[in-house]
């Protein structure tokens, strides 16, 4: 079993600060379209780029299991919010993952890998919602 702390700091209006020891703050505050200001991360996009962030580590895992030789990974990430019976929640992510390969032979084995990566992200594990993978392998 792990576990991960983090704590949450309010600063101001609608703003505060989440920590976790030893690595850097990050700015929080509510999303602009709730009246929080603009250009700072909100919970909505640290899940994003979280369950995007996950996808691509346990990627990497398969992928160097496989000892697939990978030149780039890049990923976009994009969260629907909707109303719903219980009140607002994501209600799907779609993560498009480009990756690019060293050599074409191993597009079967690098798929592979994305697939358990899709399965196996414990984030994605973890939440109600369907978290849809859409690969390119170059």
């Given amino acids: 079993m792990w576990t991960y ?52 580590t346990s990627a990497l895992f398969f992928i160097d299991r496989a000892k697939i030789q990978l030149r780039s990974y890049k990923s976009k990430a994009t969260a629907t919010m909707e109303k719903t019976p219980a009140g607002l929640a994501i209600t799907r992510i779609v993560i498009a993952a480009s990756i690019e390969l060293h050599d074409m032979e191993q597009e079967a ?17 973890s939440l109600t919602c369907p978290v ?7």
């Fill in 132 to 138: 849809e993978l859409d690969v390119h392998v170059s």
């Fill in 5 to 56: 702390e983090t704590s949450v700091d309010w600063k101001e209006g609608k703003t505060g600060e989440t920590r976790c020891d030893g690595k850097p703050a990050i700015e929080v505050a509510t999303p602009p379209e709730f009246g929080g200001p603009e250009n700072i991360w909100t919970p909505e996009d640290l899940l994003t780029s979280a369950v995007a962030a996950c996808i691509m």
């Fill in 109 to 125: 084995a690098a798929r592979k890998a994305m697939e358990q990566a899709e399965k196996s992200c414990p984030l994605s594990i």
